[in-house]
Nanobody, 121 residues
Framework: QVQLVESGGGLVQAGESLRLSCVAS????????MGWFRQAPGKEREFVAV??????TYANFVKGRFTISRDNAKNTVYLQMNSLKPEDTAVYYC????????????????WGQGTQVTVSS
């Protein structure tokens, strides 16, 4: 069983940056595929970024602006978000799975409670 706790969300203006953190409990964190997803009001949850080993993949709408990274010694995955836009406003969720790499939300077994990111224009 893995528990995930996100932090770092907030209210920022367009063009500013935020760094989200997700701390995982449990063992063998380094073996987990770690993903970030987001859900805006009235919309489906969507993929943002995933990290598994040296593999990092991003949704097209965040390429060049967001960076996913992890510190296995701290059981933590990060999402550095730069040049934020109002359309990035959403609840951001950290997710984990074992096994193969995936970008669909239904492929993930463990989820955090989410952290709100609001970008004003």
């Amino acid at each position: 069983q893995v528990q995930l706790v996100e932090s770092g969300g907030g209210l920022v203006q367009a063009g500013e940056s935020l760094r989200l953190s997700c701390v995982a409990s449990g063992r063998a964190f380094s073996s987990y595929v770690m993903g970030w997803f987001r859900q805006a009001p009235g919309k489906e949850r969507e993929f943002v970024a995933v990290n598994w080993g040296v593999i990092r993949t991003y949704a097209n709408f965040v390429k060049g602006r967001f960076t996913i990274s992890r510190d296995n010694a701290k059981n933590t995955v990060y999402l550095q978000m730069n040049s934020l836009k109002p359309e990035d406003t959403a609840v951001y969720y950290c997710a984990a799975r074992q096994g193969a790499y995936g970008i669909r939300s239904d492929e993930y077994d463990y989820w955090g409670q989410g952290t709100q990111v609001t970008v004003s224009s």
